[in-house]
């Protein structure tokens, strides 16, 4: 066959496949589409080709089976053997023998807690273990008061708060709580610990910064773990300190996308006792354009005429605080936190508060407690001005009167934690293992001799923590929690019989 004759063939056969794919629909707007992009761009065309040949080559490409065992096969023998030397992980530690020996002689409470309470062995107690600083526990009107919302509204809501679960009774607390502190809004959550827990990752995230004291409680510390933001610490309390850390942190973000950056800190600092300098951390965010996040777990309530805490105490505008994080559940005797501020920082959290959002409502029960709490401190300031005659009294017998501990709290504190004192640990070379049982030595003298007091506790540590970053440690003290249920001789008497415990003990231990 000649070339001719094959030249003609392929016209021939290109001829009939334009009949045929001129029948297709659509071809005609095709044919014209690529000879004006050709015509225009033939790059274009070109790389149109590419990609629906690339196509057509993905579709046709054989698929992988996701079932094939790229794995060496075990016989069940070899199973069986892996699994019976395989042991798991314990979730909690191991007791140890001190914790050991403090559970098997820990006092379980009978009935009410109150300033005598019964314990199960019989025996009735002088309690300043618990937080019942203005004893609203036995306040018949509060008591009243919950009876009569239980029987309304049942025992709990059932329900988050974002679906079902919000009730008049919660707005009218969050409405009290913000007219208390003179804040415009407050929203209130179902759990004291997890609300500073979960304000602070609901505003500061990854690659924002967060400027901490390094004595915070436990749960701020979970929330800022939690926010996985870049943590700076200062030293506790140390107001110069703060300042070269917030410089420092300016310094290093000049040239760097701006980021959310905060100060955390506490009003009254559970594992220390003393109070934040409200008025200079408010200087210095104000200079380096921080916003903070102030704990008032154990302020609120406490400091102040009329119990709104540290903004009260140290005449600072509650506005000029981003967040007030505080908890219902100690001075007032209810249940559950709240975080106040501005509307659009109470907003956000409904629907970015972990939780808030996923858990359960407060009950209605202790939401009134709550609110007719804060009606009770308001009409009833000479209640505050009792339990600091109470705390004067009390620190009167322990503080300056005892050669082996001094009070680490501020002085309107009602919870007063007794630390030993510096020389006589350097002295005695007393190890922190030795110190926490000293003073379990103390708790058990003191209940033996008919007053409950407890110990300040220690944080957990994070797992796999090296002793280098380990950082500030609490020392361990013990807690002597105030009230008014007690009059000023019942207060006096339970203070001589901890100096004497301590004084015993520690003798014994020479």
Known sequence: MELQDVHSMFLHGLDGLSIQFQKVPGSAIFLRYVRSS?????????????????????????????????????????IDELVEDWTPEPLVAPQTSFEEAENEKRPVIVGPTGPKSKLSNGRTVTNLASYNFYNFVANEILKEKAIQTLRTYGVGPCGPPGFYGTQDVHMKTEADIASHLGTPACIVYAQAFSTISSVIPAFSKRGDIIVADKAVNYAVRKGIQISRSTVRWYEHND?????????KVIKEQVKKPLTRRFIVTEGIFENVGDIVDLPRIIELKLRYKFRLILDETWSFGVLGRTGRGVTEQQNV???EVDMIVGSLAGPLCAGGGFCAGSDEIVEHQRISAAAYTFSAALPAMLATTASESLSLLQTNPDIMVQLRENIKAMRAQLDPRSDWVSCTSSVENPI???VLKSDIVTSKHISINEQEQILQDVVDETLTNGVLITRLKSMPRALNTA????????????KVCITVGLSRKETEKAGVTIRHAITKVINKRK
């Open 467 to 478: 002793p280098k970053h380990v950082g500030w440690e609490l020392q361990p003290a013990l």
């Open 317 to 319: 505008d509650a506005t």
């Open 416 to 418: 007063m934690l007794l």
């Open 239 to 247: 107001m110069e300190d703060l300042q070269r850390v917030l410089g």
């Open 38 to 78: 050709y015509q225009d761009d033939p790059v274009r065309s070109a790389v149109e080709l590419f990609l629906f040949l690339f196509a057509v080559r993905y579709m046709l490409a054989p698929k992988y089976s996701t079932q094939k065992q790229n794995y060496v096969p075990l016989s069940d023998e070899e």
